[in-house]
């Protein structure tokens, strides 16, 4: 079984009972998984409850609350095989129930292990591979290893990917955690430390956070942190983020995703204030190398289609999108004149790392856009980007998307800087004219939310619509699709408009939804045949646009955004009616759109 999980876990001598602050942590970790949940913690002894079932449903049934202790270990689960079923949730334990473990990632040899233990009479109870720690760990203090020992050996058996956290009555006072691949990060408070996958899992406890590196181990009580690495003690390196408790809440919306829309104009800003070293850099790089290479997956690919579409533009170099899960069939491209702008939200997405580690065998330079410091794309680049968006707790990303092709549109107008491309009075007066963006956008998603909401109502009856764009629209037209197929649950197709009459035309009928997302550029004109072929087989027009567009006649439904002061703002406002038109209609049809179905915030599998 693989998963693609989130993890808490927390000793405190602050509160009465952890267990109230593991299921308020898991609650902001559900992103990652919410499929099971459980919780173990230790009091006299061992006390677990766990089931299949999202956290509300399960709490319904245990009342995860009133576990006793001041020391426990909690985890949301997210199979991509087998059944989730109470057994498979997590925490497991050992056969003497002494051990607790949680864990995110994937033990490649448990079979292996799993083997020798029952050799050694070890009873398995579930079909995961992270049973295999529990009992590794049971049979390590049975051979008379102090816990940290045993705790040492388990890890050291482990192959895989894995962040761990485990709770042993052998020595009640600690969490022993391990990271190796899988996200972890430990969150050092007054009197309580914690451990868990995402920092928003225990931020309304602390701000101060040790984001641990690959090949760390230790253990950590309410008072002290313990942290080595191939047996050397390392120091907690402490930083102090500043996101606050409510950027990871909902702050008074229904749901994340339409706070974090809402939250773009603030996110922007934050993006904006990138240091111009660190663009600078990045763009030298860029015009040192002979080949670019855009890599990404989902809707950070579309960001960077849109980056694609801007560099080809601009630059007179070999440049290439390449969708991160297809790199084998590209890597003989890739050398050692080569710089791979790697983009991805989490910066854990596994197609994207394992991109990364097999171009960086081939010497490419690689840059990373990211938002999470400290993750492993960040760690893996010999440079990295921050979009500084917060914390994304929605499953469909929206901004971050935004974020993202911001900070492609500040790479390439610094990169044409350096490159002669513009003068030093256009590059300040673009840069200066993008400090409007946020307040523009705040407009945008105010004056288009009604509108949104209304044609919402109108489609959420379709079984399948077209978005359609030329040119370097059409990233924002697939992003958009991606947004209703995958919140919807509407089929959607994104395509350069002039490709209708080859084929997906014969789908039209009726009040089929076709979406446009055409401002008012070089393509216009050739935009207003496909209008109208599209109008002709009883197509809905809804078109995203700019004031007297000649095609708003044809239309049925308009959103008319204010025409930019500059090109850069296209892509980000485009968007804006597309990320709500998808929201309203998720909603208008009873869905849940932070929790599509089948996904996963991050997917740390490939
Ligand atoms: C869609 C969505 C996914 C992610 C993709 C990559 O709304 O969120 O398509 O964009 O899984 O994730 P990151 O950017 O974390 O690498």
């Known amino acids: 079984m693989i998963y693609v999980c989130g993890i808490i876990a927390c000793s405190s001598q602050r509160h009465q009972r952890v267990a109230p602050i593991l299921k308020a942590g898991l609650s902001r970790l559900e992103y990652r998984g919410y499929d099971s949940v459980g919780i173990a913690t230790l009091d006299a002894s061992l006390i677990i409850k766990k089931d299949a079932g999202k956290l509300d449903e399960v709490d319904k049934k245990l009342v995860l609350d009133s576990l006793p202790g001041k020391i426990g270990i909690a985890h949301t689960r997210w199979a991509t095989h087998g059944p989730p079923t109470s057994i498979n949730a997590h925490p497991h334990v050992d056969c003497k129930e002494g051990v607790a473990v949680v864990h995110n990632g994937i033990i490649e040899n448990y079979i292996e292990i799993k083997t020798f233990l029952i050799s050694k009479g070890h009873a398995f109870k579930s079909d995961t591979d992270t ?33 761990i956290a485990l709770l042993t009555a052998s020595d009640p006072q600690r969490i022993y955690f391990a990271k190796k691949s899988s996200p972890l990060v430990i969150g050092v408070g007054e009197g309580a430390l914690f451990a868990a996958s995402d920092i928003p899992a225990f931020l309304d406890q602390t701000k101060k956070v040790v984001v641990l590196r690959d090949g760390e181990l230790g253990y950590f009580s309410s008072s002290e942190l313990y942290i080595e690495k191939d047996g050397v003690q ?120 394992k991109f990364v580690a097999g171009v960086k065998k081939r010497d490419a330079k690689i840059v990373a856009i990211t938002n999470v410091v400290g993750s492993s794309l960040a760690r893996e680049a010999s440079e990295t980007l921050y979009m500084q968006a917060g914390p994304e707790i929605g499953v469909a990303a929206t901004k971050t998307f935004t974020g993202q092709v911001l900070m492609m549109n500040l790479l390439s107008i ?28 705040s407009r945008v998603i105010r004056t288009v939310e009604p509108r949104a909401r209304r044609i919402a109502n109108e489609i959420k009856r379709s079984k399948s619509a077209f978005y359609l764009a030329r040119g370097h ?40 939804p076709v979406i446009f997302v055409a401002p008012r550029d070089e393509d216009e004109r050739r935009i207003l045949s496909n209008v109208q072929e599209m109008k002709a087989r009883g197509g809905k027009i809804i078109l995203v646009t700019e004031p007297n567009s000649i095609l708003i006649e044809h239309a049925h439904h308009s959103f008319v955004l204010p025409y930019p002061r500059s090109i850069y703002y296209r892509p980000i406002q485009n968007i804006i009616p597309l990320q709500l038109l998808s929201y309203f209609t998720a909603t208008a049809r009873g869905l849940d759109p932070d929790k599509p179905r089948n996904l996963a915030k991050t997917v740390t599998v490939d």
């Open 414 to 441: 610094v990169t044409q800087y350096f490159e002669g491309l513009i003068t030093h009075q256009e590059y300040q007066k673009v840069m200066r004219s993008l400090a409007e963006l946020p307040s523009i956008i």
């Open 234 to 353: 390392v120091k907690p390196r402490i930083t102090t983020v500043n996101w606050t408790p409510e950027m990871a809440q909902k702050g008074g919306f229904p749901h994340f995703m339409l706070k974090e829309i809402y939250e773009q104009p603030l996110a922007l800003e934050n993006t904006l204030k990138i240091r111009e070293e660190s663009l600078e850099k990045v763009a030298r790089l860029l015009l040192s190398s002979e080949k670019i290479v855009f890599t990404a997956c989902g809707t950070s690919f579309h960001a960077s289609l849109w980056g694609y579409h801007e560099f080809l533009r601009k630059l007179d170099k070999f440049i290439l999108p390449v969708i991160s899960s297809e790199y084998s069939h590209y890597l003989h491209l890739i050398d050692e004149n080569t710089t791979v702008i790697a983009v991805s939200q989490s910066g854990e997405t596994m197609d994207v790392l």
């Open 131 to 163: 049973e295999v720690i529990a009992h590794l760990m049971e049979h390590h203090l049975n051979e008379g290893e102090n816990s940290l020992e045993a705790f040492r050996k388990t890890i050291s058996s482990l192959k895989g990917t894995y962040a």
């Open 473 to 512: 629209n059409i990233p924002v037209a697939m992003e958009g699709a991606l947004k209703l197929k995958e919140i919807a649950y509407i089929h959607a197709e994104a395509y350069p408009a002039g490709e209708s009459k080859h084929g997906p035309i014969a789908l039209v009928e009726p009040d089929f």
